[in-house]
């Protein structure tokens, strides 16, 4: 399917809200604009940058659904944009430029949809995740997220709550390195294929998303092939 023509266009926003997420990992919530519609498709990114520090830019995946007035970016706390930004406040601003990026999702997709998430790498599916619920889509989603320990679990609350509400989402998420403080009773060990035929409506003719580090989505890719998944069938996402 071809990508649909979208203006670039650069936005400046405030801060209205600063969320924990987990240890070291805080979402920040930006309004737009009465009047201002800022388009983007879930699974896409914007490149993000503080006004007095035109060279300092990075990419973030827009977290919230196309469908709220406010855009949220989730990130943790790595070296020095996130270092800076950490220490923002409500009230501060940045600059947006985009959207930009092929890994996305539009109402023209009818498929089924498998989210393959590992870390901070679910951002973007939330996306996703939030705009089918919102606007009540049809698709089957399903949602497979790897992270290290229970705490490190992001938008767990919110992920019980739509499988709740919306009869087409289900999840399953499994911890890899379980420590002793964790009371997690759920799956442990990575993904593998028995945990993905398990999580997936109809294999071969689902969309993939995978979205997280190079390792783990090679390793998800070998997998689906190995599944006779088609390359076209899969839309990846690298950040490292
Ligand atoms: C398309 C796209 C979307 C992205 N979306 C998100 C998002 O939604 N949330 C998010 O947190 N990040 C996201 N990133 C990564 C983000 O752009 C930054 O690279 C990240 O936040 C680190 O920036 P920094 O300035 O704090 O660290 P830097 O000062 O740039 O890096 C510090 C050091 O840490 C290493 N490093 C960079 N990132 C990581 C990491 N994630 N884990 C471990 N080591 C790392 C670098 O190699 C470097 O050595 C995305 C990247 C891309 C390309």
Redesign the pocket.
Known sequence: MEQPIQKIEEHKLKIIEIIDEALNVKTFRLQMAENVKISFFPGQ?FMVRFEDAPKMQ????I?SSPEKNHLD????L??????RLFKANVGDYLIFKGPY?KFYFNEQIKNDITLIGGG?GI??LMSLIRYCNDKKLPNSLNLIYSVKTSQDIIYYNEIKKIKGQNKNFNYAITITRPNAEDKWDGMTGRINLELLKQNTKNIEKSLYYICGPLDFVKSMIAMLESLNVKKGQIKT?I??
């Open positions: 990114f990075r990419a973030y995946s977290a970016i989730t990130m943790n790595v070296g020095e944009f996130t270092n990026g901070l951002t973007p996402d950040w490292g």
